[in-house]
Every structure is written in structure tokens, then in C-alpha cells.
């Protein structure tokens, strides 16, 4: 897979190699456009063993001095006898300031595999035109804490085996048909495969609402349970998810000027808590309790840096990925407990990030929040008066989990609803939100929708599986974005009715 680098000039890969015969003694051999290499190693091959079954071993390595937005073919030979070959591509330092050319960020969040069987998101997301040049994850790549129904044993090396095969099937997709000559995977693989990527976990990459106790899973109710569970999910998260050297949860920044992307890993820097009745009073409320040290310092670090640029010729427009929405209340204390608790029950951080996005806003910047989880999508836009636009993407999902009980009664009630009139075509997907009244420490922006569809009476809020393509332009020193609606399920009609766009115009005010 290609991740991010840290730079334009650098090619970043990430290889697993399945049931590797010879584990961490395994030898791999590189090529680069055909020709053999040494790659630096940015995390080196570890192995992951469990229950009797070969190591699954992981690594990124990276080819450096190449040209930025460049293409290239790398191969990968594991013990003279896999051979493995995939084209790859660097980022571009800028964004195009032709007419013609645009730079294409693919957002998506929230997949579980067993509702997408036939691979449809990655194969319709591959042959959708045009082509990204950057993937983000916004979160719960995969479900860890599913099925709901099943209690898991409160055992580690069990945990671990069930997560291994979690990602494997996302990653593999064992059994399915190559997409084409590539050899890729129909399903998530192609996902995977379509450009640089980088992502970030929420709580499916550890269970729901991690790390609080949560009511249906049991494992979670003693503080030994969760760090087994968490020791874990951390770790599959390292072996198939953290394209970076160090721990996880590390924020990341990628810069291709005059587009600055902050990705902010609001998951796994969590407090965590103690003892069997962690209170989420004691939790929730402390600094750094939800961003922990690196985040908030990154967060400031990023904003100075957005700041210092407001008033030069060359702006810059800071993007903020998040695992859960900055415009959500706070969930209740009874909602916590079978739900999430969102970012702004952490009070002393979550005013910390909003008084960080106000910091660039009163310098005269736009900034763009980005995130999933919501199983709905949507854009907003919070203005304030001589201040920079606050906006919002939402993408979410691209598979949409199955709630046992509750998708039956939503059936149901679409059914009786059908008889009265027009049924809910999305009866299992979540009603959008409407946008809350006021935003900001203050309350002083305010949120309103964007977005067209082909229906007059249609939302524009998303529903459906879905995936959000925002593509770039420079004008001058401004940037325009258009975001656009990839439908991902079987519905022709809902999709004509409800094909969704919007655009709106990043600038400086002075």
C-alpha cells in the first residue's frame, strides 16, 4: 500500500506479508522502476503470531529523492519466492493552478466488511473519474467490536486472533476475485490501493465508545479487560493502519501548499481511567484527557503556523480530520453508556480545539473540520462577523454496520410509513442531524447547510453508503473546493434524486 510520506520527494510503502513462513526472518527484496533497491526503513518487519497460525508480518519502507507527483512501479520479493509488483505515486508539492488539473482528496470512514460482501465500494470507488490523489480515513476502518450479539473471552491471545482475521479480511479480502491484471482484490483492498493514504482509528478500531465501559460488552467492564482489549486493537492498528515510525496516535501533518491537512487522532490518546467503575466525570474533564500531550502541542504548533501565514502573499488553509464531529453536542451521561461520548464531553480540550480554530479564523483564514462516524454526510459552513468561514465535511459511511433489533424495527416502521405514503428508502441509515444553532466558545458562528441535489425536496444532508471526493484548484491565492457525492449502494433512483454536490471558495480576509 501507498502511505503518505513526509515529504513530496519521498515514496512511502507499506507491505504485510500473510502467513509468512520464515516470520521476522524473512527476506525482502526490493525493486524500484525495475531495478533493484534498498529502501530506507521507516518501521521495521514485525510479526504478529497467533493461535497456531503462520506470523503476519508488516513494514514500511521508504525510496526517496524522487519527484513529487511522480509514478512508479515498485516490486517486492519475500524469500525468493512471493514477487509482488504495484505502481505508486508520490504527492504533489502544490496544488495545480491550471484550469484543467485538479488535486482530488478521497474522504471516507466507517466500512464493515460483512455488509459488503460483493466488494462494491472499492470496486465502484476504483472505476469512479476522477481518479484521487489522496485517501484519509477518518476512522473505524475496521469493527473490532463485532458481532454484538457474541460475548468474546476475556483473553488476549483470543482477542488477538479475532482482530488479526478482522483486518485480514478488510485488507485481503480473502477468496475474492482480483479487480483486474493488477491483481488486486475486489472490495477493500482497492480502497486501500487507489492512492497515498493515511488514517486515523475511533472507537470501532477499539470497541464502542472505547475506553469507557460500555453496557453490551463485557470485556469492557473490569479495567484488566479493557487493557487487554486495548493491547490488542493497538496492535493491529500498528501492524495494518500506522504508517509512521513511533507509537500510535502520533498527529501527523500533510502539507501540499497552499493545502495544510492536520490529522488529529482524537481515539487513542483517551484517558483511559481505573478500576472496574471508571466515572466519566474524572475521565473527561482533566486537560490533554482527550488530545493528550502530543496532540494539543501539535494543535498549536499547526495553528501558529496557519496564523504566521494569513497575512503573506501565499496563505495557507489549514484542514482538521477528526474522529468525531467538532459541531456534535455532548452526549448525556445515560447516552454514554450505550452510545459515544463525542468530543465535546472532554470540556477543558474540546474548548482547547475551539479556541484553536478561532485563532485562525481571527486571523482572516477559512478552516475546514473533516471527519466521519455519523453514518450520514453532510457540509456546513459557520460564519462569524470579520472572521474566517469555519466549514465541515462529513463522510460517512462507506459500509454501513448492522444494528441487531434496531435495523428490524426501522424496517418496520418504513413499511407502515409506505402504506401512508412515501416509505424511507434509507430506513436502516440514521436521519442527518440538523446543524446546531451556534458554534465556537462564545457562540458566535453560525451553521448553515450547503449542498444542492437534483431533487428540490431532497436534504442536503447524505444518506446511503457514500463516499465524498473533495478536488482543488488554486485561483490565485485562493483555493476552490468541490465536493461531490459517490453513491455506493443499488438504488438508481434514490441516487438520480438525491445526486449531491457543493463548492465553496477558500480565501483570505483581510
Known amino acids: 500500500?501507498?502511505?503518505?510520506?513526509?515529504?513530496?520527494?519521498?515514496?512511502?510503502?507499506?507491505?504485510?506479508?500473510?502467513?509468512?513462513?520464515?516470520?521476522?526472518?524473512?527476506?525482502?527484496?526490493?525493486?524500484?522502476?525495475?531495478?533493484?533497491?534498498?529502501?530506507?526503513?521507516?518501521?521495521?518487519?514485525?510479526?504478529?503470531?497467533v493461535q497456531g497460525k503462520f506470523p503476519f508480518c508488516s513494514t514500511v519502507v521508504e525510496f526517496k529523492d524522487l519527484a513529487p507527483a511522480s509514478e512508479h512501479e515498485v516490486g517486492l520479493k519475500v524469500d525468493n519466492d512471493i514477487v509482488v509488483t504495484r505502481s505508486f505515486r508520490t504527492l504533489p508539492r502544490s496544488i495545480p493552478g491550471d484550469y484543467s488539473d485538479r488535486f482530488n482528496l478521497l474522504l471516507l470512514s466507517c466500512f464493515h466488511s460483512a455488509q459488503d460482501p460483493?466488494?462494491?465500494?472499492?470496486?465502484?470507488?476504483?472505476?469512479?473519474?476522477?481518479?484521487?490523489?489522496?485517501?484519509?480515513?477518518?476512522?473505524?476502518?475496521?469493527?473490532?467490536?463485532?458481532?454484538?450479539?457474541?460475548?468474546?473471552?476475556?483473553?488476549?491471545?483470543?482477542?488477538?486472533?479475532?482482530?488479526?482475521?478482522?483486518?485480514?479480511?478488510?485488507?485481503?479480502a480473502p477468496g475474492a476475485s482480483p479487480a483486474d491484471g493488477s491483481g488486486i482484490p475486489e472490495g477493500f483492498p482497492q480502497l486501500l490501493s487507489?492512492?497515498?493514504?493515511?488514517?486515523?482509528?475511533?472507537?470501532?478500531?477499539?470497541?464502542?465508545?472505547?475506553?469507557?465501559?460500555?453496557?453490551?460488552?463485557e470485556n469492557s467492564w473490569t479495567q484488566a479487560g479493557r487493557d487487554r482489549w486495548s493491547a490488542a486493537a493497538e496492535k493491529g492498528f500498528q501492524m495494518f493502519q500506522q504508517g509512521y515510525p513511533g507509537t500510535m496516535g502520533q498527529p501527523r501533518v500533510i502539507d501540499i501548499e497552499p493545502l495544510s491537512i492536520l490529522l488529529l487522532d482524537t481515539r487513542s490518546q483517551?484517558?483511559?481511567?481505573?478500576g472496574n467503575k471508571?466515572?466519566?466525570?474524572?475521565?473527561?474533564?482533566?486537560?490533554?484527557?482527550?488530545?493528550?500531550?502530543?496532540?494539543?502541542?501539535?494543535?498549536?504548533?499547526?495553528?501558529?503556523?496557519?496564523?504566521?501565514?494569513?497575512?503573506t502573499a501565499r496563505p495557507l488553509y489549514g484542514f482538521l480530520m477528526t474522529g468525531q464531529s467538532l459541531f456534535a453536542p455532548p452526549e448525556s451521561a445515560?447516552?454514554?453508556?450505550?452510545?459515544?461520548?463525542?468530543?465535546?464531553?472532554?470540556?477543558?480540550?474540546?474548548?482547547?480545539?475551539?479556541?484553536q480554530i478561532e485563532r485562525v479564523s481571527a486571523a482572516g483564514l477559512p478552516l475546514t473540520c473533516l471527519t466521519g462516524d455519523v453514518h450520514w454526510g453532510r457540509v456546513l459552513r459557520a460564519d462569524a462577523l470579520n472572521r474566517g468561514t469555519v466549514y465541515e465535511v462529513i463522510s460517512s459511511?462507506?459500509?454501513?454496520?448492522r444494528s441487531i433489533g434496531v435495523d428490524e424495527m426501522k424496517q418496520v416502521k418504513s413499511v407502515i410509513k409506505g402504506w401512508f405514503g412515501p416509505k424511507d428508502p434509507w430506513p436502516k441509515h440514521p436521519p442527518p442531524k440538523a446543524p446546531p444553532e451556534r458554534f465556537g466558545t462564545l457562540g458566535n458562528y453560525r451553521p448553515s447547510?450547503?449542498?444542492?441535489?437534483?431533487?428540490?425536496?431532497?436534504?442536503?444532508s447524505m444518506r446511503g453508503n457514500l463516499a465524498l471526493m473533495l478536488s482543488f484548484q488554486r485561483l490565485g491565492g485562493s483555493l476552490d473546493v468541490q465536493v461531490d457525492y459517490i453513491p455506493l449502494h443499488r438504488d438508481p433512483e434514490v441516487n438520480a434524486k438525491t445526486r449531491w454536490s457543493t463548492s465553496f471558495k477558500l480565501t483570505a480576509v483581510h
Open 118 to 172: 460483493r466488494g462494491e465500494a472499492g470496486r465502484w470507488i476504483a472505476s469512479y473519474k476522477p481518479r484521487p490523489d489522496l485517501v484519509l480515513f477518518a476512522g473505524d476502518q475496521v469493527y473490532l467490536d463485532l458481532p454484538t450479539e457474541r460475548d468474546f473471552p476475556d483473553d488476549q491471545a483470543w482477542l488477538e486472533a479475532k482482530f488479526q482475521e478482522d483486518y485480514v479480511n478488510n485488507w485481503f
Open 449 to 460: 447547510l450547503l449542498g444542492t441535489t437534483l431533487d428540490s425536496k431532497a436534504s442536503s
Open 1 to 49: 500500500m501507498n502511505h503518505v510520506a513526509d515529504d513530496a520527494t519521498s515514496l512511502r510503502v507499506w507491505a504485510g506479508v500473510l502467513a509468512a513462513t520464515n516470520g521476522p526472518g524473512s527476506i525482502l527484496n526490493w525493486t524500484l522502476d525495475g531495478n533493484p533497491v534498498v529502501p530506507s526503513v521507516v518501521r521495521p518487519l514485525a510479526c504478529w503470531t
Open 397 to 401: 459511511p462507506t459500509s454501513l454496520v
Open 334 to 355: 445515560l447516552g454514554g453508556k450505550f452510545f459515544d461520548y463525542q468530543l465535546a464531553n472532554y470540556e477543558a480540550d474540546y474548548r482547547f480545539m475551539l479556541e
Open 194 to 217: 487507489l492512492a497515498p493514504l493515511a488514517s486515523i482509528p475511533d472507537d470501532h478500531e477499539y470497541w464502542n465508545n472505547a475506553p469507557f465501559k460500555a453496557s453490551h460488552i
Open 270 to 274: 483517551r484517558a483511559r481511567g481505573s
Open 278 to 311: 471508571p466515572e466519566s466525570s474524572t475521565m473527561l474533564d482533566p486537560p490533554r484527557a482527550l488530545l493528550g500531550g502530543a496532540g494539543c502541542d501539535a494543535l498549536v504548533d499547526w495553528v501558529d503556523k496557519l496564523v504566521a501565514s494569513a497575512r
